[in-house]
Structure formats: structure tokens, C-alpha cells
């Protein structure tokens, strides 16, 4: 849980790995337990890195857009799709 926080707040590259991993905790299996392992590994190479956003242009010019999609990170092994947003 911890490391599903961290990747809200400022690591969003992690968070589609993590859903993936989380969907499958009442099936873990030795292939689960690689991939976890392999996360893992990634994260603490990579501790370093943050995503920082910054706006350099007005306010007049900055719009909102909204991205949706059918299968947003649907898991292959599972069969299940689901839906979601990028805002």
C-alpha cells in the first residue's frame, strides 16, 4: 500500500504495474512473485526520479482535457476489462 501511494503522488509511471500486481493477489503465483520482485528492483534503481509539473504558459491558454478509455488497464491474464479516465 505503501508503494501505491508513493506512485499517486509523484511516480505515475508505477501505478499501471502495481493495478496489475494488486488485481492478481488472490491468484499469486511464482510469476506474480517476479514481477513483483522485478518492480521492486526498478524502484530502487530508479529512487531518484520525480515528476515535477510545471505551467509556464498563462492561464488563458491552458484548457482541460479529458481522455477516456474502454479497456484502461485491463489485465490480459485475468479477462477482465475496465474503464477508466485520465484527466
Do not use: P, Q
Not at 511516480?11 to 521492486?40: F, N, Q, S
Not at 484548457?63 to 485491463?74: C, K, N, Q, S, T
Request: with cysteine.
Amino acid at each position: 500500500m505503501g508503494l501505491l501511494y508513493v506512485a499517486r503522488m509523484c511516480r505515475y509511471d508505477l501505478l499501471h504495474a502495481i493495478g496489475r500486481l494488486a488485481c492478481l493477489v488472490t491468484k499469486w503465483d511464482i510469476h506474480c512473485h517476479r514481477m513483483l520482485h522485478r518492480l521492486m528492483c526498478f524502484v530502487n534503481s530508479t529512487m531518484h526520479l520525480r515528476k515535477v509539473g510545471r505551467v509556464g504558459e498563462g492561464v488563458r491558454t491552458i484548457g482541460v482535457h479529458l481522455y477516456a478509455e474502454a479497456d484502461f488497464a485491463g489485465s490480459k491474464r485475468a479477462g477482465r476489462s475496465t474503464s477508466g479516465a485520465f484527466l
